[in-house]
């Protein structure tokens, strides 16, 4: 069976930081682009990182570019995000997504398998 699982949420204070990670197992992580979306109650489920299956491109919503990074090590079969200054507005159930090498994993569409989220709360 195909899982993603993440792991590294919580409860934290403006301005710090947090890790998220997401482990996957049960398919062949190389030949996935991941990403991860958030989601406030009450919401839509927005994209706010991607990665290209080699880890060569990412991309980033307007409202975390240049406080957040994704990366992925293809060997240990998990993606991260590194999430710095956070804002109360950055709180939301975080979901790692995983859509096939060559489609655009930011399109909720072309994702393949989802992750069942982690919470991410900032204080103000």
């Known amino acids: 069976q195909v899982q993603l699982v993440e792991s590294g949420g919580g409860l934290v204070q403006a301005g710090g930081s947090l890790r998220l990670s997401c482990a996957a197992s049960?398919?062949?992580?190389?030949?996935?682009?991941m990403g991860w979306f958030r989601q406030a109650p009450g919401n839509e489920r927005i994209v706010v990182a991607a990665?290209?299956?080699?880890?060569?491109?990412?991309r980033y919503a307007d409202s975390v570019k240049g406080r957040f990074t994704v990366s992925r090590d293809n060997d240990k079969h998990t993606v991260y995000l590194q999430m710095n200054s956070l804002k109360p507005e950055d709180t939301a159930a975080y979901y790692c997504?995983?859509?096939?090498?060559?489609?655009?994993?930011?399109?909720?569409?072309?994702?393949?398998?989802w992750g069942q989220g982690t919470q991410v709360t900032v204080s103000s």
């Open positions: 990665i290209s299956w080699s880890g060569d491109n990412t």
């Open positions: 049960g398919l062949t992580f190389s030949s996935y682009a």
């Open positions: 997504a995983a859509a096939y090498r060559g489609y655009d994993v930011s399109n909720p569409k072309r994702v393949a398998y």
